[in-house]
């Protein structure tokens, strides 16, 4: 995999961040991956893995100085991402979860709320991002969730669905709508719930067909009371808060993606070199070198450009949601396609639970479909060539 290697080594890390990317993946390889199959056939939350990774101290990373974290690049933060994907792509998305709800505090939040919140994550905390609800998936203006202002608290009622760590995080940033405010988009505000707030509580993990070791539910808010100091932002500064803290995620969710896609790509090659047909490997086929080809390169470019956009955020860009869109878009489609032909390259082994392409492959899918499906991304990326 001499190629992959050099583009490893074009990301630029610094000494401290190389250090720490190799302890991750010693962690990945030896402890996280050989867990990875249980976890799936259960559906059982690694709280196993989640103590490692905290023993590591990875929350850190993304966490400024300032609050007891290490403030590292994002670039690292990225690879940090697939090589825990790689290893298992439902402890990826737990721990890459934290950076989705937490970012939008480190960047936008006041002081009084970095202090309250930032402390806690370095030391292990679990966050979610929540916006997704029944009627308000790919247009999060639809959502119905309402805060209504009392004194010096915040009432909160209604509900969300398909949220990641749902009944495992210690606190959850919320989108909802401001009682006070008509203005549908302007009207959408954002606030941080912690999970003992009376009236907040997690529904039923859903079962799903990939990620089964990630707890997914819905979340309800009873007239939950929550400290009006818990604002990020102002009334109504909700929506551009969601977007900017979107372009963050859907790169981590690429490096989530091309995690599974690089595993797959590895077992493939590795099956395929050992396995025999007609008194040959599989691998001397003429039809699978095409297969092999356009797998290799595909991944080597869209790692290409997962490094490029964690390089304009790390140079402090701003204007980049186009360069996520694309790099969201292209890197699921690409973990999907790649499992399918990993699957493909098994034959029937592929088929059954023995070999982990099974699993990649319905880990796969659901990264076509959150953070945006990609029909919305495609749409997205198209619309930025339109002249005003």
Not at 175 to 186: C, H, Q
Not at 354 to 368: F, G, I, N, P, S
Request: hydrophobic share 40%; charged share 25%.
């Amino acid at each position: 995999m001499k190629v992959f290697a050099q583009l490893d080594d074009t990301i630029r890390l610094n000494e401290e961040e190389s250090l720490l990317l190799d302890s991750v993946r010693t962690l990945a390889r030896e402890k996280i991956a050989p867990r990875a199959e249980g976890h799936d056939r259960d559906g059982s939350f690694p709280w196993d893995n989640v103590s490692d990774i905290n023993a590591l101290g990875l929350n850190a990373m993304f966490i400024p100085e300032a609050y007891g974290g290490a403030g590292l690049s994002y670039c690292v933060y990225l690879a940090c991402v697939r090589e825990i994907s790689k290893a298992c792509a439902s402890t990826g998305v737990i721990w890459a979860t934290n950076f989705h709800a937490m970012k939008p505090v480190i960047d936008l939040g006041s002081e009084a709320l970095r202090r309250k919140f930032l402390p806690r994550m370095t030391e292990g905390a679990l966050a979610s991002l929540c916006i997704t609800e029944p009627n308000a998936g790919s247009d999060a203006t639809g959502m119905q969730t309402r805060f209504t202002p009392d004194g010096d608290a915040i009432v909160v009622s209604g509900g969300k669905t398909f949220i990641t760590n749902g009944g495992a995080s210690d606190f959850y940033l919320v989108f909802g709508k401001w009682s006070e405010i008509d203005d549908p988009r302007g009207a959408i505000t954002a606030l941080i719930i912690e999970k003992d707030t009376p009236g907040f509580s997690a529904t039923t993990p859903e079962d799903k067909m990939g990620l089964r070791a990630s707890s997914t539910s819905g979340l309800v808010f009873d007239d939950c009371r929550v400290p009006m100091e818990n604002l990020l932002g102002k009334p109504g500064d909700g929506l551009p808060i969601l977007l900017a803290s979107l372009n963050k995620s859907r790169p981590s969710v690429a490096a989530h993606a091309l995690g599974i896609a690089r595993a797959a790509f590895e077992d493939g090659v590795a099956y395929i070199n050992q396995r025999s047909q007609s008194g040959r490997r599989i691998v001397e086929f003429q039809g699978i070198q095409f297969m092999l080809a356009d797998m290799a390169t595909d991944l080597a470019m869209c790692e290409n450009w997962l490094w490029h956009v964690g390089r304009l955020v790390d140079g402090g860009a701003e204007d980049f949601g186009v360069e996520a869109s694309m790099l969201k878009m292209r890197a699921s489609d690409l973990a999907m396609r790649i499992a399918t032909d990993a699957v493909q390259f098994h034959g029937g082994y592929g088929y059954i639970k023995e070999y982990r392409v099974e699993r990649l492959m319905r880990d796969a899918k659901v990264t076509q479909i959150w953070e945006g499906t990609n029909q919305v991304h495609r749409q997205l990326i198209g619309r930025s060539f339109l002249e005003k």
